[in-house]
């Protein structure tokens, strides 16, 4: 049975993971996912192997992820995501929202998938409602 935020206790908020590139987006992301107290952002990383060597050692309820980062990719994230925590609300932020893109993140598990310039706020929706059919 899907079980939408495994790590949450009663009353905690989400653990969320974010993986970003951009210092700005990082800080709006933060601000608008923590705004409503329901989740907070526990951790964040620019780099494709610190995100993996968290998925590794901390559990998490959301992961947000870019596909372009400082160091490594998006897509290698999404792949360890499968592998370490399957079950993990994981949603694609990005400026690369072309069909083949779409496509590849879906093969990865990807059921969220917002475009940067138009669907930012979207995020704060899904967290506070995850039962919500997926986009893609």
């Known amino acids: ?4 935020f495994p790590t949450q206790a009663p009353g905690a908020p989400l653990r969320v993971l974010l993986v970003e590139d951009s210092p700005v987006i990082r800080e709006s992301v933060v601000e608008l996912v923590e705004a409503n107290g329901r989740a907070r952002v526990a951790y964040t ?5 610190a995100a993996i060597g968290e998925l590794k050692t901390n ?14 990719s998006g897509f290698g994230v999404l792949r360890a995501l499968q592998q370490h925590q399957p079950d993990t609300l994981t949603i694609v932020l990005t400026n690369y929202t072309s069909a083949a893109i ?10 969220w998938f917002f475009d940067k310039s138009s669907e930012f706020e979207g995020i704060v929706d899904l967290i506070s409602d995850p ?3 997926p986009r893609g």
Do not use: H, N
């Not at 990383?45 to 192997?49: A, F, I, K, L, V």
């Not at 559990?59 to 490594?72: A, H, M, Q, T």
């Open 131 to 133: 039962q919500r059919t």
């Open 59 to 72: 559990p998490y309820d959301v992961v947000i992820v870019d596909l372009r980062l400082r160091e490594g």
């Open 45 to 49: 990383t620019d780099s494709e192997s």
């Open 1 to 4: 049975m899907y079980q939408p």
């Open 102 to 111: 779409r496509k590849r993140c879906a093969e990865l598990g990807v059921k």
